[in-house]
Structures are given as C-alpha cells and as structure tokens.
C-alpha cells in the first residue's frame, strides 16, 4: 500500500520515473485513483460542493437552527458556532463564485441536534442526481 | 386496500405542554422526520385545527408532494393531521405526564390503495420502512426536546 501511495505520490509530483528502478506502471496509476476516489467518498460526509448564493444558505442554516432550539452564533460571514450542552462545532462556508461554495460540516459526534441540522441540510440539497417527483392527488 | 397501524413512545424530559406545542407547529416538522423534505403553502395558523398544507416526502430517491390537514389540537395533550393523495395516513400525537417529564407515544394509521401497491417495495419492506421512520421520529423529538 505505502509503494502504491509513493508513486502515485511521485506521478501527481510529476517523476514519471525513481532513478529507473521504480517504474511507474498503470496497476499503481490505478490504485491510487481508487485510493483518491475512496478519500473524495469519505470527504464527502463533511465537505460539499453546493450551487447556491451564500446569503440564501446562511439564511436557511439560521432558521433551520432555531427548530431544534440549536444555539447558532456567526461571528464573521459564512463562519457558524453551534452550541449545544456546551459543546461547540463550526460549520463554515466557502465561497467559489456567486453561485458555487464549500460548505465544511461539523462532525456531529455527540451532538443529536447538529446531526439533525445536517440531515435536514443533506434533504435540501440532495447532489447532482435529479429526483423523480410524483404528485399524488385524491381520487 | 389495506389498512396498517403502528405505535411508537417515548418518555421526554419536558412538559406536556411544550411537547404538543413543538409537534403541532407543522413548520418544524422537516427537522425531525427524516424523509420529510420540506412542507410549504401553509394555509392558517401552522398549528391550528383545519390548517392545510403541502408537503415533500423522499423516499428511494423519488420525492412524493401531496396535502395535509390538521384535525385536532388540545393544547398539551394531543394534536393529529391526515394527509391526503395516492397514500392516505393518519398520525396522532399524546402527551401525558410522566414522573417530571412527559410520555409521548404516536400513533400511525395508513391505507396503501391497491392501485398504488404495485409501485411501492413489497408491503414487507413499506411497513418496515414505516416503522423505521416511525421510531427515528420519537427518537429525534427527544433529542430536540429533552431539557
């Protein structure tokens, strides 16, 4: 795993080759975007890439707080403290563009009502998957 | 067209009072069950009886819209909303005092028309799905709630 690691380390560097005695060969390419793969997979429980205006999330994040009676301070934009029991966890935003941020999730660890925060959060914004949406009437 | 029920509860450090308020206001409703997306066109007060609303439910990828419709609220002690379409459900919230806090128990009544059996899981895997969600429910009502 280390040697796999290593050349895809030296690939990404640039060093197609470790003085000739270690070749770069396409098993080790492929394992390391598998092993970036599973990384971006397990990123994804705490940074997301959401197309959004700033102002709009922050507003959503504040009110959604308040219905869970979760403690929500911004001491500066796009930065969030969520107090709970007297733990506190950061929630932050990053922005890319007008439309395009980061958001970087608290670990939830302990706290039910920053879970149900982000839970909440992960219903609105659901990823790049469009949904079927079926409307049912009464007959 | 089958009907189903099923009953889930919990002890809550809270008043009877404050329980039933939080779990009639239908505002807060998306933050603690779990497959409800959001509820939008609210119509009247958000926790009076005869209040309609729209909702969004999740589930397998697929969101369901339809309505709903408070149909009894006693401050402190029980509230209950149906919602109407494809599938028809009936939930309904008690609150009694518990030692210091309060026992709230919910009760779920659902019919799965015929016609709509044949796009859902098998009724197997919808009354477990159900029950789960039935059980995530209380359970976060209490995180949320507990003093």
């Given at each position: 795993m280390a040697v796999v690691?290593?050349?895809?380390?030296?690939?990404?560097?640039?060093?197609?080759?470790?003085?000739?005695?270690?070749?770069?060969?396409?098993?080790?390419?492929?394992?390391?975007?598998?092993?970036?793969?599973?990384?971006?997979v397990k990123m994804d429980s705490y940074v997301w890439l959401l197309r959004v205006k700033?102002?709009?999330?922050s507003e959503q994040i504040r009110g959604a707080c308040a219905g869970p009676f979760l403690d929500c301070e911004e001491p500066r934009p796009g930065l969030f403290l969520l107090r709970s029991k007297g733990e506190t966890r950061r929630l932050q935003m990053v922005c890319l563009g007008p439309r395009m941020l980061i958001l970087l999730l608290p670990?939830?660890?302990?706290?039910?009502?920053?879970?149900?925060?982000?839970?909440?959060?992960?219903?609105?914004?659901?990823?790049?998957?469009?949904?079927?949406?079926?409307?049912l009437r009464k007959e | 067209m089958a009907a189903r029920?099923?009953?889930?509860?919990?002890?809550?450090?809270?008043?009877?009072?404050?329980?039933?308020?939080?779990?009639?206001?239908?505002r807060n409703r998306p933050l603690f069950?779990?497959?409800?997306?959001?509820?939008?066109?609210?119509?009247?007060?958000?926790?009076?009886?005869g209040t309609t609303w729209r909702w969004t439910f999740v589930a397998l990828a697929t969101e369901f819209q339809g309505t709903a419709k408070c149909l009894e609220h006693q401050a402190g002690k029980l509230y209950s909303f149906q919602t109407a379409g494809g599938i028809?459900?009936?939930?309904?919230?008690?609150?009694?005092?518990?030692?210091?806090?309060t026992k709230l128990t919910i009760d779920l009544e659902y019919t799965i028309p015929?016609?709509?059996?044949?796009?859902?899981?098998?009724?197997?895997?919808?009354?477990?799905?159900?029950?789960?969600?039935?059980?995530?429910?209380?359970?976060?009502?209490?995180?949320?709630?507990?003093?």
């Amino acid at each position: 795993m280390a040697v796999v690691v290593l050349r895809f380390g030296l690939v990404l560097a640039g060093y197609p080759h470790l003085g000739g005695a270690m070749p770069i060969d396409s098993v080790a390419l492929g394992m390391g975007v598998v092993l970036l793969g599973l990384v971006m997979v397990k990123m994804d429980s705490y940074v997301w890439l959401l197309r959004v205006k700033a102002p709009d999330l922050s507003e959503q994040i504040r009110g959604a707080c308040a219905g869970p009676f979760l403690d929500c301070e911004e001491p500066r934009p796009g930065l969030f403290l969520l107090r709970s029991k007297g733990e506190t966890r950061r929630l932050q935003m990053v922005c890319l563009g007008p439309r395009m941020l980061i958001l970087l999730l608290p670990h939830q660890g302990g706290l039910g009502k920053v879970r149900l925060l982000v839970q909440w959060l992960s219903k609105q914004y659901a990823g790049p998957i469009p949904r079927v949406t079926i409307v049912l009437r009464k007959e | 067209m089958a009907a189903r029920d099923y009953q889930v509860a919990v002890h809550i450090e809270n008043t009877p009072e404050a329980v039933i308020k939080y779990v009639a206001d239908v505002r807060n409703r998306p933050l603690f069950f779990p497959s409800l997306k959001s509820v939008s066109d609210i119509k009247g007060d958000p926790s009076a009886v005869g209040t309609t609303w729209r909702w969004t439910f999740v589930a397998l990828a697929t969101e369901f819209q339809g309505t709903a419709k408070c149909l009894e609220h006693q401050a402190g002690k029980l509230y209950s909303f149906q919602t109407a379409g494809g599938i028809e459900s009936k939930f309904t919230y008690r609150a009694q005092p518990d030692k210091k806090g309060t026992k709230l128990t919910i009760d779920l009544e659902y019919t799965i028309p015929q016609h709509m059996e044949s796009r859902l899981p098998t009724t197997k895997i919808a009354d477990a799905m159900k029950k789960a969600e039935a059980d995530q429910v209380i359970q976060n009502l209490k995180v949320i709630l507990d003093k």
